[in-house]
């Protein structure tokens, strides 16, 4: 037999792995409508111009190609493949790529409709995305994304809403030691003014984001690296090192920022949007404002956020913010503000398997196994088991006839719940015997009983 595997970073999901990801799917599909997110889908693949110069250098190296149609090789440059010129020949061979992710095809797909669209648009999309990273616990190369942005409006209300959307989501996926760490571009920009580090903005971000990491020191080295010099860490550090709550982080702030433009308006975005939060009814609780939280992508030009499930090996599970400059990227002559919140459904899963955090319900395939003692009740359980479906219970009818304890078994593999038992007697009395397979305990009952006691249980 040959050696059949799978590319590494991707992964087969069976039954039972699927109804504990359609548990996270559903939930959080459930807290996009509820703000009045409508669903949106865009195709795998995407134009390699779409994509690329989105994510920063590092994240277009991660962007997936795909080789064109038929002879691809035919009009590469002959001198550039002698050569082994990979990065030039790629430009020649490869239109197209999979989606890194799911924020710039929904920027393309506002651009191109929106003379269709009502603005602000607000959707949800859950679909796959590709990134050409190294595989490791967490990270893959195929994995889902739950998304949700609204565009073509400036309201920090949005901002204030993502926040109310994670603690909804987390609350019904109920995992409760979590914290949301938000941030600004214009606290980054003020905290370069601070640090005099005009013309080396992407050193420092892509630096102290790292932090939690790999610790102060290693990140100090990375800046050394990229001639910062001590005096200026040590301006760098001496405010992320400030300790205090979001408030006293803020008025901290505020006096530091008095002479940054970029960080004043950074620190006031973000009073604003905890006092609408405070008018929403919603606490500060589990948000941690975060001087040190930068988020890779470069598209992202005003608050920022992350989620990290604490005390677990998983890092974040979520990520997004505001940009205001992504749709002008596709000389789109309406620059539309938008900003959005991304959870990863597959670091989600990992997390809530090690904290046991699922329910048993999204095991189960059914409610019911219609079971039956000989071939005549077989064919009186086919009535039965339609009766219990029609009332939208999940039930099913062993196909095969077999002896009561392979029946049985086979529910309990299953993790059916109930199972319904026919014989000669259950057939002349118009009822039924209905087991609980987990307590073992059985008692008899007509259909209307049986379909009350699954509706209320």
């Known amino acids: 037999m040959a050696n059949i595997s799978i590319p590494k970073g991707t992964r087969d999901f069976g039954p039972a792995i699927m109804g504990k990801r359609q548990f996270i799917l559903n939930n959080i599909k459930s807290v996009y409508q509820q703000y009045g997110f409508l669903p949106l889908e865009t195709p795998a693949m995407e134009n390699l111009s779409v994509l690329t110069g989105k994510y920063g250098e590092e994240g277009d190296q991660l962007l997936f190609k795909i080789l064109n149609s038929g002879d691809f090789l035919k009009d590469a440059d002959a001198e550039l493949l002698n050569e082994k010129a990979s990065k030039k020949v790629t430009q020649q061979i490869a239109e197209k790529g999979l989606r890194y992710d799911l924020t710039v095809p929904f920027a393309r797909y506002v651009v191109m409709n929106r003379h269709e669209i009502t603005l602000p648009f607000k959707r949800y999309q859950i679909q796959p995305v590709w990134r050409a990273d190294r595989p490791q616990k967490g990270r893959y190369r195929e994995f889902y994304q739950c998304d949700a942005d609204v565009v073509g409006t400036t309201s920090l209300l949005c901002e204030a809403e993502i926040i109310c959307m994670i603690k909804s989501v987390m609350h019904r996926l109920n995992i409760t030691d979590y914290t949301i760490k938000i941030n600004h571009r214009g606290v980054l920009a003020g905290l370069a003014d601070i640090a005099d580090a005009k013309g080396k903005e992407v050193a420092l971000y892509t630096a102290i984001d790292k932090l939690d990491k790999i610790g102060e020191e290693k990140v100090k080295e990375e800046l050394m690296d990229s001639d910062f010099t001590a005096e ?22 505020k006096q530091t920022f008095e002479h940054s433009t970029s960080g004043t308006k950074g620190i006031n975005d973000l009073l604003q949007v905890f006092s609408i939060l405070d008018s929403l009814q919603e606490s500060d609780a589990h948000v941690e404002f975060d001087v040190a939280l930068a988020r890779g992508l470069s598209y992202y030009t005003g608050c920022i ?44 899963f990992d997390v809530m398997e090690e904290l046991n955090l699922f329910p048993k319900e999204t095991t189960q395939s059914s409610k019911v196994l219609v079971a039956f ?14 009766n219990i479906r029609k009332h939208g219970i999940a039930a099913e009818l062993y196909p095969d006839f077999a002896k009561i304890k392979k029946q049985l078994d086979y529910a309990n593999k299953k993790q059916i719940p109930f199972a319904v038992i026919i ?35």
């Open 305 to 348: 956020f992350e989620v990290k499930v604490n005390n677990v090996k998983i890092g974040s599970i979520s990520g997004g913010g505001r940009y205001d400059n992504l749709t002008q990227s596709f000389d789109s002559k309406e620059n539309l503000s938008g900003v959005g919140i991304s959870f990863g459904v597959d670091r989600i």
């Open 373 to 386: 003692l000989d071939e005549e009740s077989m064919h009186y359980a086919y009535g039965i088991v339609a």
């Open 232 to 253: 200026q860490c040590n301006n760098i550090f001496n405010l992320l090192n400030y300790k205090g709550s979001n408030q006293e982080k803020f008025q901290y702030l």
């Open 423 to 457: 014989g000669e007697e259950e057939r002349k009395l118009n009822k039924l015997a209905l087991k609980n397979l987990e307590s073992g305990e059985q008692s008899i009952v007509d259909m209307a009983g049986l379909i009350q006691l699954f509706k209320h249980s």
